[in-house]
């Protein structure tokens, strides 16, 4: 039997099929009498492994998460056994790492202040309580870089580094999770009319939700791509960070420029020119000639975010206007836009880019409200001279003060 288990494959079979069978229905107890063997001997890369073949399996995403959290549990005493990712501070794992212990000490000092809204009497002190745990649970927004640097970073670099990456879906299913639970706890916090159940119970999600994504990066995720990504994509990745930016924790310093980084973008830059004769390239557009310096210039001063991908629904560029709406990091070159977003949103991807490659349709309009802002999303279909589909492009634009124009405007103003 120890043969049997010690077997790398068997071992994730028999995981596999234990969480399987519990998102199912089927009893726990008997279940872990059934697979104890392997429980007792399975390793983080294990877990990593049955995640990826159940998303395979299309397990729905709620029921995915709430057999995956029932397993946790039970796995829970072996996976605390295994060590975190042993890296520096200044590694791209150690930085993660860091946040997360500003994270749960920001927790901790909410954890007393949630407790005690529910002892108060006094509607004034009440109201006093209820306006500080606002600040501070808005204060946790902060954290949202580093799920944003996973999402944008870390994770294309693992899709490409390791074949079975489908658990990242997953995390950022929590993510999403974690901002939707956040928004709703400041708008009951905020309410005129104080429901102290709703708000428990959305504390209790919220903190479930944040502590089950720092352990699932410290025990799982972080020592599998520790060991899966090639030692010199970490500078690579910290480097990228700083456009996004980090949580709680003083901006590190970048890495040393000059290094040779062994990522496919960096790969493909390498062999083309160095950038002051690419900047000196003609680009011919029929309608006239600019170099390539003028066209970046062109493109990224433009009031619009804009990406595009190719006619295999890869990534293959994006803008990089002043002010983003939504994060971007070239680490997404070369991904699939799929991956580019949340598991419960993909079927929209792929209905659209179902849709543009039928040429059911050539364009779609999307828009939303963010940070006060009325943002405009529109996608379109790009063909040849013969309406052969070659790709789309994402155009994402502030519209808010578009929206408010009225009557002319001829002149410059004098001032």
Not at 123 to 135: D, H, I, Y
Not at 190 to 198: F, P, W
Not at 302 to 326: A, G, H, W, Y
Not at 395 to 402: G, H, K, L, N, R
């Amino acid at each position: 039997m120890s043969e049997f288990i010690n077997n790398n494959q068997e071992r994730v079979n028999s995981l596999y099929n234990f969480c399987f069978q519990l998102i199912k229905g089927a009893k726990g107890t008997e279940l872990i009498k059934q697979y104890q063997a392997a429980i007792d001997q399975l390793k983080p890369n294990d877990i990593v492994l049955v995640v990826h073949r159940l998303v395979e399996a299309k397990v729905p995403m709620e029921e995915l998460k709430i057999g995956i959290n029932k397993a946790l549990n039970v796995f829970h005493k072996q996976i605390y056994s295994h060590s975190k990712a042993a890296v520096e501070d200044t590694h791209f794992l150690g930085i993660m790492m860091q946040e997360n212990a500003e994270l749960d000490t920001r927790l901790k000092e909410i954890r007393p202040l949630a407790k005690s809204i529910n002892s108060i009497k006094d509607k004034e002190k009440l109201a006093e309580a209820l306006s500080l745990l606002g600040t501070k649970i808005q204060a946790l927004s902060e954290m949202d870089k580093h799920y944003q640097r996973k999402e944008n970073i870390f994770f294309p670099y693992f899709e490409n580094q390791f074949p079975e990456y489908k658990c990242l879906g997953v995390m950022w299913s929590i993510h999403d999770d974690i901002r939707r639970v956040q928004k709703q706890l400041l708008v009951e916090l905020k309410s005129s009319s104080t429901d102290l159940k709703r708000i428990n119970r959305l504390l209790g999600d919220l903190f479930f939700f944040t502590y089950a994504i720092i352990s699932r990066e410290e025990y799982l995720l972080f020592p599998v791509a520790l060991n899966a990504v090639s030692e010199e994509l970490w500078e690579e990745m910290n480097n990228q960070s700083h456009e996004i930016g980090f949580s709680f924790i003083e901006t590190p310093q970048l890495a040393k420029k000059g290094n040779k980084l062994a990522t496919k973008t960096s790969e493909m830059a390498a062999e083309k020119l160095d950038s002051d004769q690419l900047g000196d390239t003609i680009l011919n557009f029929d309608t006239g000639l600019m170099t390539l310096k003028q066209a970046m210039l062109l493109l990224n001063h433009l009031p619009v975010d804009i990406t595009m991908i190719d006619e295999n629904d890869r990534v293959c560029f994006f803008s990089n206007p002043k002010d983003r709406f939504f994060p971007r990091s070239k680490a997404i070159i070369g991904r699939t836009v799929q991956n580019c977003h949340p598991p419960e949103s993909v079927h929209v991807v792929d209905d659209l880019v179902k849709a543009f490659k039928s040429g059911e349709k050539d364009s779609e309009s999307f828009w939303i409200q963010m940070k006060g802002r009325f943002i405009l999303i529109q996608y379109f279909a790009l063909r040849d001279e013969e309406s052969t589909y070659k790709g789309c492009i994402e155009v994402s634009q502030d519209v808010s003060d578009i929206r408010k124009l009225d009557g002319e405007k001829r002149l410059m103003d004098e001032s």
